[in-house]
């Protein structure tokens, strides 16, 4: 296990040795708990926090990619196996979502312009999703691993990345680099 500079270290009194996966430490049930808590306070606190509503003499429009109005938790869920599923096509422009509805956390935020083709090839996610249901299972806890999508996003690259991002930085979900400093990457 090699830390990167800003990597936060789950286990700060052990020395870091390279070691095959299995053989790496892992973490305790007691800090895992602590772990997910830690965001899930974060996250529930988002959902329970009105947004301040602007008044206007006008009647203007809302914003259409309005990242306070896209509640990852309140989308349709589909198993983490759809992409499996044989399709027609490339697919469509959209945010997706990696989610663990057994305990309403947002765990992962991205981007695509085919979602039909995002999650065929390699994804980093893949495997902290696997790590994170290894360790659960480890300690008999329950998971329920789902993506969500949200496909009123824009069609524009640049526009979709910046809707992305300031969807990972206000749910400050685990699996986003972005946000590796403030959670630690225990399931890298």
């Avoid at 053989?23 to 899930?40: D, F, G, N």
């Avoid at 027609?88 to 085919?114: P, Q």
């Avoid at 999703?129 to 998971?143: E, V």
Wanted: glycine share 4%; net charge positive; proline share 6%.
């Amino acid at each position: 296990m090699t830390t990167e500079p800003n990597q936060l270290n789950l286990f700060s009194d052990v020395k870091s040795t390279l070691a095959p996966r299995a053989k790496q430490l892992v973490m305790s049930e007691a800090a895992l708990l602590k772990w997910k808590s830690r965001i899930l306070a974060h996250q529930q606190q988002l959902r329970q926090a009105q947004p301040l509503q602007q008044t206007s003499l006008f009647d203007l429009t809302p914003k259409h990619c309005d990242p306070d109005t896209i509640d990852p938790l309140t989308l349709q869920l589909v198993p983490m196996s759809f992409y499996r599923r044989p399709v027609d096509g490339s697919g469509e422009a959209c945010l997706y979502f990696i989610l663990d509805s057994a305990v309403e956390l947002v765990l992962y935020v991205g981007e695509t312009c085919r979602s039909n083709k995002r999650w065929k090839g390699i994804h980093d996610c893949k495997d902290y999703i696997a790590s994170y249901q290894d360790l659960h299972s480890r300690y008999g806890l329950t998971t329920a691993v789902n993506a969500a999508f949200w496909w009123d996003a824009p069609v524009d690259r640049r526009a979709r990345q910046q809707l992305e991002l300031e969807l990972i930085l206000k749910w400050r979900s685990p699996f986003n680099k972005e946000n590796w400093d403030l959670w630690g990457q225990p399931f890298k």
